[in-house]
């Protein structure tokens, strides 16, 4: 279980107070996968990252009783000077894991052989989704936040993501942020919406996703 204690999150955007969430409470249940609604800017991203603990609200607190992933694909936490191999390892420890053993998973399936020796810097926007997608999938999580993922590398690669990704959901919770309908219908079970700092959550996501339609014509 996932649950939001009374979460207030605001930041200053040109010069201006932006208000995400506003004294919001909510339950993502386990054995479900929800979809994450909302509009441009209405602050979907950043909601993930309060979930997974890479921002921290400004007012009230996140409980999470269950091993929560980083938002898939997410390459913000890599430090720049350290190399591939160096940020393979440092998350690894961090987590708990073999870090030789994680390494030797995102060696295989990111397939950047000897860039994973130099520093992530000099790595293109590509290079760097291959390493996080990669190391993403060498953790087992029991829930995996999803923000709008893209496809990265070439047909075979996407092929190997694809079936990466479709054996980590069968034993795991999904939180999904999308500007596809069909992808949110096609992996999750409820749905949340956020709308003016508030979060309005649906018990089936056919009908946030109604909702959402509603909002945004």
């Keep these: 279980m996932i649950a939001l204690e009374r979460v207030s999150k605001s930041y200053r955007t040109d010069g201006r107070p932006k208000t995400v969430l506003d004294d919001v409470s909510a339950v993502f249940e386990s054995g479900l996968s929800y979809g994450l609604l909302g509009v441009n800017g209405a602050g979907k991203s950043?909601?993930?990252r309060l979930i997974a603990g890479i921002e921290l609200p400004n007012a009230g607190r996140v409980r999470r009783s269950r091993r929560v992933s980083w938002p898939l694909g997410f390459a913000g936490g890599f430090h720049p000077q350290m190399t591939g191999q160096?940020?393979?390892h440092f998350v690894a420890r961090v987590y708990g894991e073999d870090p030789r053993r994680i390494a030797r998973f995102v060696q295989?399936?990111?397939e950047l052989g000897d860039y994973l020796r130099n520093p992530v810097k000099t790595y293109s926007s590509g290079m760097m989704a291959r390493l996080?997608?990669?190391l993403s999938m060498a953790i087992e999580f029991d829930v995996y936040l999803i923000d709008e993922i893209t496809a990265v590398g070439d047909a075979r690669f996407q092929a190997?993501?694809?079936a990466a990704f479709d054996a980590r959901r069968s034993t795991a919770d999904l939180i999904v942020v999308s500007?596809?309908?069909q992808t949110i219908a096609k992996y999750c079970d409820r749905g949340?919406?956020?709308v003016e700092g508030q979060l309005l959550?649906?018990?089936?996501v056919g009908l946030a996703i109604a909702a959402y339609l509603r909002l945004n014509r």
Aim: charge should be negative; aromatic fraction near 12%.
């Design 46 to 48: 950043t909601t993930l």
């Design 86 to 88: 160096e940020n393979i």
């Design 108 to 110: 295989e399936f990111a």
């Design 132 to 134: 996080a997608f990669g």
């Design 160 to 162: 190997r993501c694809a």
């Design 179 to 181: 500007h596809s309908m």
């Design 192 to 194: 949340a919406l956020i």
């Design 201 to 204: 959550t649906y018990p089936d």
